[in-house]
């Protein structure tokens, strides 16, 4: 079973209330909501804590939020007050990731952790044990609409042969998903495709969304 969280980069934020209520009612699994500190990654974006919380009110699927900043522990208690479901931080970010990931699961959250282009895969073994997702970035992190890196695909391979160990994680892919890209991860192990600029400029996101899963 695939799911499909469509990014909230991609959405038109004059009316992000519509927005997320178009992607909830076509059909998203989750919703990915990309917070970006301008330092971790070149350019911020305005998914604050309140921003979230207004999101949080619209969304009736969870809130997936990937946190692409410099020190993560410091915003994991305003997040999850603004209602996300699961949040991931980066392996490369600073702070204690052990801690960290361990203070998202103190607040009855769901912890991931990603891993950029040229980060090897072993990286998140110690931390397997307290891992829901594992997010393989299929683009350089900081902006949507980039091509899909095919070269990732071993690392999904191989975080498929890990899976087992610890919480059994989901595999989630960001970055690039389109028709073609969305077939090449689900064949690796991908269980969760994010999807911003396919799904959000889709004439019809309902169907956008049943093709990436390979439903049509
Ligand atoms: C990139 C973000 C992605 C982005 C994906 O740094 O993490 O979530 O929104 O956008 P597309 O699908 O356009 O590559
Ligand atoms: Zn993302």
């Not at 059909?27 to 998914?47: E, K, R, S, W, Y």
């Not at 990937?66 to 208690?77: C, F, K, S």
């Not at 991908?190 to 396919?198: E, F, M, N, P, R």
Request: hydrophobic fraction near 40%.
């Amino acid at each position: 079973m695939f799911f499909v969280a469509p990014s909230l980069l991609a959405a038109d934020m004059s009316r992000l209330p519509q927005e997320v209520k178009s992607l909830c009612d076509a059909g998203a699994d989750f919703l990915h909501i990309d917070v970006m500190d301008g330092q971790f990654v070149p350019n911020p974006t305005d998914f604050t804590p309140d921003c979230v919380a207004e999101i949080k009110k619209h969304a009736t699927v969870p809130l997936d939020v990937h946190l692409m900043v410099q020190d993560p522990m410091p915003l994991i208690d305003d997040y999850v007050q603004a209602g996300a479901d699961n949040i991931t931080i980066h392996v490369e970010s600073q702070g204690d990731i052990y801690k960290t990931l361990e203070h998202i699961h103190h607040n009855k959250c769901h912890a991931g952790l990603s891993l950029k282009p040229n980060t090897a895969t072993e990286k998140i073994l110690p931390y397997l044990s307290l891992l829901n997702r594992v997010l393989v970035m299929t683009v350089e992190p900081g902006k949507g609409g980039q091509s899909f890196m095919p070269n990732q695909i071993t690392k999904i391979k191989q975080l498929k042969e890990l899976k087992t160990a610890g919480r059994g994680f989901q595999i989630e892919v960001d970055g690039g998903i389109n028709l073609e890209t969305a077939v090449l991860a689900r064949v690796a192990g991908a269980d969760i495709l994010v999807s911003g600029t396919y799904v959000l400029s889709a004439p019809d996101r309902a169907r956008a969304m049943r093709l990436l899963r390979g439903d049509l």
